[in-house]
């Protein structure tokens, strides 16, 4: 049979046609792309240069239109929802209350976190205002966000910027663009892969801070005064911070109720970190030990709290204080109230290490994260498996990063997986060989 008769035994559903089945006209579907705006009103027609074009008038009265996305999963029998049909909202279903508003205008983000999206943001802000013709910055298009996005790269190459830093600034300029109109990250995203595979063949190295240890925590600790009040907020602030494997936020939102001080040790609690948003809390049991002395330090630096009258279950656990040792006092209005913020602790931190004549270790700088790569460096040489390094430093779980970032061995290190190897000729068994078959 030639393949003009194979069309004409078959009716618009494709199907062979018979005597007894009449043709079946297919219904109009309306078909959503990308957007729900963008409508096709389509016919499957046989493939006749013959027929007359439909007409405007055809359309409108050729009976319902359906809606169908790439979402859409109809059932036997079951009809897509029409096109014009939407749910019966009213006018209240938009309102929000004062008291709504009110709550949405509070900050989401923690404030080191807004501090480094607004700056990142202005950045942005002012290279579309400087184009010719100046872009939307807010909501951008696609075109706008790749163009930025080479720009950094162009600038990092040259020496500014490197690939993991342009990826956290496209990343924050992604998640500030309204939900509903952000624009594709996809190409950036591989430009700045590709960057990073040459960057690094050059001989590009991530900066990471230096790991505090024990050995080095008991220097930085051994330089502070422990007489004065400060000595003692120091002194144990260096002290947890290594033993929990703190954050910065962490420390600087910790409060004294989640402190519980034992004879034998520290429960301390973590009520929100970076892998728990939501709050879920976690709790760990720190025991004394006699290089850090928890125990003595947490009571000595609560008893300066008592002093101050700073020493209530919701007070700050750690606070700014003067030269003289007393509360350092803040606006009524300020947004952290008496809580320190997180760059205060880590100037802090980075002060002592200073005091101690280790500003650097390794050529790496100190920082307020090298205390937690320095107790997660120890573990991992001690042996601790993985999986408890992960519970001990609150990394979600099965996550890698405690090894592959946070493992900051001195030197050479210890560890060497070939020692696990015998000497050659040492065996005590000879090994059987088993012969393929």
Same mark, same amino acid.
């Given at each position: 049979?030639?393949?003009?008769?194979?069309?004409?035994?078959?009716?618009?559903?494709?199907?062979?046609?018979?005597?007894?089945?009449?043709?079946?006209?297919?219904?109009?579907?309306?078909?959503?792309?990308?957007?729900?705006?963008?409508?096709?009103?389509?016919?499957? %027609?046989?493939?006749?240069?013959?027929?007359?074009?439909?007409?405007?008038?055809?359309?409108?009265?050729?009976?319902?239109?359906?809606? %169908? +996305? &790439?979402?859409?999963? !109809?059932?036997?029998?079951?009809?897509?929802?029409?096109?014009?049909?939407?749910?019966? @909202?009213?006018?209240?279903?938009?309102?929000?209350?004062?008291?709504?508003?009110?709550?949405?205008?509070?900050?989401?983000?923690?404030?080191?976190?807004?501090?480094?999206?607004?700056?990142?943001?202005?950045?942005?802000?002012?290279?579309?205002?400087?184009?010719?013709?100046?872009?939307?910055?807010?909501?951008? +298009?696609?075109?706008?966000?790749?163009?930025? $996005?080479?720009?950094?790269?162009?600038?990092?190459?040259?020496?500014?910027?490197?690939?993991?830093?342009?990826?956290?600034?496209?990343?924050?300029?992604?998640?500030?663009?309204? %939900?509903?109109?952000?624009?594709?990250?996809?190409?950036?995203?591989?430009?700045?892969?590709? @960057?990073?595979?040459?960057?690094?063949?050059?001989?590009?190295?991530?900066?990471?801070?230096?790991?505090?240890?024990?050995?080095?925590?008991?220097?930085?600790?051994?330089?502070?005064?422990?007489? +004065?009040?400060?000595?003692?907020?120091?002194?144990?602030?260096? /002290?947890?911070?290594?033993?929990?494997?703190?954050?910065?936020?962490?420390?600087?939102?910790?409060?004294?109720?989640?402190? *519980?001080?034992? =004879? +034998?040790?520290?429960?301390?609690?973590?009520?929100?970190?970076?892998?728990?948003?939501?709050?879920?809390?976690?709790?760990?049991?720190?025991?004394?030990?006699?290089?850090?002395?928890?125990?003595?330090?947490?009571?000595?630096?609560?008893?300066?709290?008592?002093?101050?009258?700073?020493?209530?279950? =919701?007070?700050? !656990?750690?606070?700014?204080?003067?030269?003289?040792?007393?509360?350092?006092?803040?606006?009524?209005?300020?947004?952290?109230?008496?809580?320190?913020?997180?760059?205060?602790?880590?100037?802090? !931190?980075?002060?002592?290490?200073?005091?101690?004549?280790?500003?650097?270790?390794?050529?790496? *700088?100190?920082?307020?994260?090298?205390?937690?790569?320095?107790?997660?460096? =120890?573990?991992?040489?001690?042996?601790?498996?993985?999986?408890?390094?992960?519970? /001990?430093?609150? @990394?979600?779980?099965?996550?890698?990063?405690?090894?592959? %970032?946070?493992?900051?061995?001195?030197?050479?290190?210890?560890?060497?997986?070939?020692?696990?190897?015998?000497?050659? $000729?040492? &065996?005590?068994?000879?090994?059987?060989?088993?012969?393929?078959?």
């Amino acid at each position: 049979m030639s393949r003009q008769n194979e069309d004409e035994q078959t009716n618009e559903t494709g199907r062979p046609a018979s005597a007894s089945e009449p043709a079946v006209p297919l219904q109009r579907l309306e078909v959503t792309g990308a957007t729900d705006g963008d409508i096709i009103d389509a016919e499957l %027609v046989p493939a006749d240069p013959s027929l007359p074009a439909a007409t405007p008038a055809d359309i409108a009265g050729a009976g319902p239109r359906y809606l %169908v +996305t &790439q979402h859409t999963m !109809l059932g036997p029998g079951q009809l897509p929802p029409l096109a014009d049909a939407r749910p019966p @909202w009213t006018d209240a279903d938009f309102r929000l209350s004062e008291e709504d508003v009110a709550d949405l205008e509070e900050e989401d983000l923690a404030e080191n976190t807004r501090i480094n999206r607004d700056s990142t943001v202005r950045a942005f802000e002012a290279w579309c205002a400087a184009q010719d013709p100046p872009r939307l910055a807010y909501p951008c +298009t696609t075109a706008t966000y790749t163009a930025y $996005g080479l720009h950094l790269i162009r600038r990092g190459k040259a020496g500014e910027f490197k690939p993991d830093s342009v990826g956290q600034y496209m990343s924050r300029i992604y998640n500030w663009q309204p %939900v509903d109109l952000r624009p594709d990250p996809s190409r950036i995203k591989g430009r700045i892969r590709a @960057w990073k595979k040459t960057w690094v063949q050059a001989g590009g190295t991530v900066d990471r801070s230096a790991a505090v240890t024990l050995e080095y925590n008991l220097r930085i600790i051994a330089a502070i005064d422990e007489s +004065t009040n400060i000595g003692k907020r120091d002194a144990f602030l260096a /002290a947890l911070a290594y033993s929990n494997l703190h954050r910065e936020m962490e420390l600087a939102d910790q409060l004294n109720k989640r402190i *519980k001080i034992y =004879d +034998t040790g520290l429960l301390v609690t973590t009520a929100v970190s970076k892998t728990d948003q939501a709050g879920r809390g976690s709790s760990r049991f720190i025991e004394d030990r006699e290089d850090l002395q928890l125990v003595r330090r947490a009571r000595a630096w609560r008893a300066v709290l008592k002093d101050l009258g700073a020493a209530g279950p =919701d007070d700050p !656990l750690f606070r700014a204080l003067t030269r003289g040792g007393n509360l350092v006092t803040y606006p009524a209005d300020r947004k952290r109230g008496n809580r320190m913020r997180p760059g205060s602790l880590n100037e802090r !931190l980075q002060h002592l290490a200073e005091q101690a004549g280790v500003p650097y270790i390794d050529d790496k *700088k100190v920082t307020s994260h090298s205390w937690r790569a320095g107790a997660n460096t =120890d573990l991992a040489e001690a042996g601790v498996p993985l999986a408890e390094r992960n519970i /001990a430093g609150r @990394w979600a779980d099965g996550s890698h990063t405690a090894d592959t %970032v946070y493992d900051r061995r001195h030197g050479v290190g210890k560890r060497d997986p070939l020692q696990q190897v015998p000497l050659y $000729g040492s &065996q005590t068994k000879t090994p059987r060989f088993i012969p393929e078959t």
